[in-house]
T-cell receptor
Framework: AAGVIQSPRHLIKEKRETATLKCYPI?????VYWYQQGPGQDPQFLIS???????DKGSIPDRFSAQQFSDYHSELNMSSLELGDSALYFC????????????FGPGTRLTVL | QKEVEQDPGPLSVPEGAIVSLNCTYS??????FMWYRQYSRKGPELLMY????GNKEDGRFTAQVDKSSKYISLFIRDSQPSDSATYLC????????????FGTGTRLLVSP
């Protein structure tokens, strides 16, 4: 079965640079979520989209923005990167009517030097 | 204080043992309860999901929810070395968009 695809899988950036993470949800899933997982921590919700509209917002810094496109893929844009942004970034997708099943992608490991 | 509490472990058991993993939570509005398995540097893999209280069984895995106690459990029977991973409980609400609130995860080590 198709899974959530994320790219790139690894990304190394310098402080104050910009990064763009991409997520391709499971086909026919209408909701996309972004989570950030720091070392040894649980995933923290950043932002979500339903049918290409932002549906909820969590602890996402103002330096970050995201959007969902007409083909349902989503991008997380991160500017003025800081050392503390180094983390695993996960995208998850689901069908809104199935509130109990979010499927996660393999994640993008971002390292800020 | 976190909304969802989970013992980080590690929990070490011999192969074949029954494993009990638990989470407690403080928000009585949570209605959906999930268990994810996460291998090192991989994405969380959905194992079990339940709505409200009750039990659910899937193969070697059983999930229990006790809303009156705000306590959920995952039992793994006949544990295998391949079960060694971090197990994350996650919860969400019945209304709105279902962002997940995670526990910190319990690291499980099953030795041959």
């Amino acid at each position: 079965a198709a899974g959530v695809i994320q790219s790139p899988r690894h990304l190394i950036k310098e402080k104050r640079e910009t990064a763009t993470l991409k997520c391709y949800p499971i086909p026919r899933h209408d909701t996309v979520y972004w989570y950030q997982q720091g070392p040894g921590q649980d995933p923290q919700f950043l932002i979500s989209f339903y049918e290409k509209m932002q549906s909820d917002k969590g602890s996402i810094p103002d330096r970050f923005s995201a959007q969902q496109f007409s083909d349902y893929h989503s991008e997380l844009n991160m500017s003025s990167l800081e050392l503390g942004d180094s983390a695993l970034y996960f995208c998850a997708s689901s069908l809104l009517v199935r509130k109990d099943t979010q499927y996660f992608g393999p994640g993008t490991r971002l390292t800020v030097l | 204080q976190k909304e969802v509490e989970q013992d980080p472990g590690p929990l070490s058991v011999p192969e074949g043992a029954i494993v009990s993993l638990n989470c407690t939570y403080s928000n009585s509005a949570f209605q959906y309860f999930m268990w994810y398995r996460q291998y090192s540097r991989k994405g969380p893999e959905l194992l079990m999901y339940t709505y409200s209280s009750g039990n659910k069984e899937d193969g070697r895995f059983t999930a229990q929810v006790d809303k009156s106690s705000k306590y959920i459990s995952l039992f793994i029977r006949d544990s295998q070395p391949s079960d060694s991973a971090t197990y994350l409980c996650a919860m969400s609400w019945d209304t709105g968009f279902q962002k997940l609130v995670f526990g910190t995860g319990t690291r499980l080590l099953v030795s041959p």
